[in-house]
């Protein structure tokens, strides 16, 4: 009944939004239509994927630290993002964000799979090491292109205001095509991750590939948080917060984790993003009110799992 409920109220505010939209005038429209719109669709996905890819990540290696900011895949993809900037690419800036995300991916699991070994804890150290080699690139790059600093920082701190030209705005929606396939590709995996929480001997047992398993999941995690990144900047944090307390709250369960994830990851980021551009009289990157909020969360969990 209370689902009902909820779904009786989201759609009656659906309409009265509409009914909103078609009585305002044309200036309204098109700030609606060119700005607000645009910008609630991005901050949606956004918290959307960072949920879904932290519930994974967490469930996958079984460490309430992993999150993709801290295993260096969001460096890697602003990296990417950083370079379509400084060379002008900005109508394929997704394809740079997946290259940057996935030459992280890759070396972040060559380092953590050595000789054919896979750690949990390297992968994290590795991730950690390798966001900072990347950090240390994206560094580089503002020295040697000081024109294009502000864009730089809006990609390394979090934009969510970005403006989309009508160009660009058909690449994000042909993105975010790709990206409902890839997460309802995750979501069909949620059974084989949730067997492979139980270990990776119970797992193989039953039949599940559990190195081909984490490779697949990793690179099409990766492919989202590189489209995120291309168009939302480095947001920290929301991908470890929002999971590990929907662990703590409703159990183990993968696919249980990634749906609450998904939901309230969106939510926290509306949030956040109202927060950053109400806060002061100028606006403040999401990035570092989300950091503001998860670096003691982060501190926590570290003390918690250390005890």
Not at 17 to 24: D, G, K, P, T, V
Not at 40 to 68: D, H, R, S, Y
Not at 76 to 102: D, E, H, K, Q, W
Not at 155 to 160: A, K, S, T, V, W
Request: glycine share 10%; net charge positive.
């Amino acid at each position: 009944m209370k689902f009902k409920t909820t779904i009786v109220i989201m759609f009656l505010m659906l309409l009265l939004a509409a009914f909103s939209y078609l009585f305002a005038d044309e200036s309204a429209q098109n700030i609606i239509t060119n700005i607000r719109l645009p910008r609630l669709i991005l901050t949606l996905f956004t918290g959307v994927v960072l949920g879904i890819t932290g519930a994974i990540f967490q469930a996958m290696l079984n460490n309430p630290l992993a999150e993709p900011y801290i295993l260096g895949v969001s460096t890697g993809a602003a990296l990417g993002r950083t370079i379509a900037a400084i060379s002008g690419f900005y109508l394929i800036m997704p394809i740079f964000g997946f290259g940057g995300a996935v030459l992280s991916m890759f070396i972040v699991w060559g380092i953590a799979n050595y000789r054919g070994y896979f750690d949990n804890t390297r992968l994290i150290l590795a991730g950690i090491v390798v966001g900072m080699f990347f950090s240390a690139l994206i560094s580089l790059l503002m020295y040697l292109n000081r024109s294009e600093i502000s864009g730089i920082f809006g990609i390394l701190m979090g934009n969510l205001g970005h403006i989309f030209s009508n160009k660009e705005w058909n690449s994000f929606l042909i993105t975010l095509g790709i990206s409902v396939v890839l997460i309802f590709y995750l979501f069909s995996k949620a059974t084989e991750l949730n067997i492979l929480t139980t270990g990776e001997d119970s797992a193989g047992s039953l039949g599940i590939k559990t190195d081909k398993l984490r490779k697949t999941v990793f690179f099409v995690s990766s492919l989202l948080i590189g489209t995120v990144v291309s168009f939302a900047g480095v947001i920290g944090f929301i991908g470890l917060i929002i999971p590990h307390m929907m662990r703590m709250l409703l159990g183990a369960d993968v696919r249980k984790n990634m749906i609450s994830s998904a939901m309230c990851g969106a939510l926290v980021l509306l949030i956040c993003d109202y927060i950053a551009a109400n806060l002061t009289v100028v606006e403040i990157p999401v990035g570092i009110i989300t950091s503001f909020l998860g670096t003691p969360f982060f501190v926590f969990i570290l003390i918690r799992k250390t005890e």
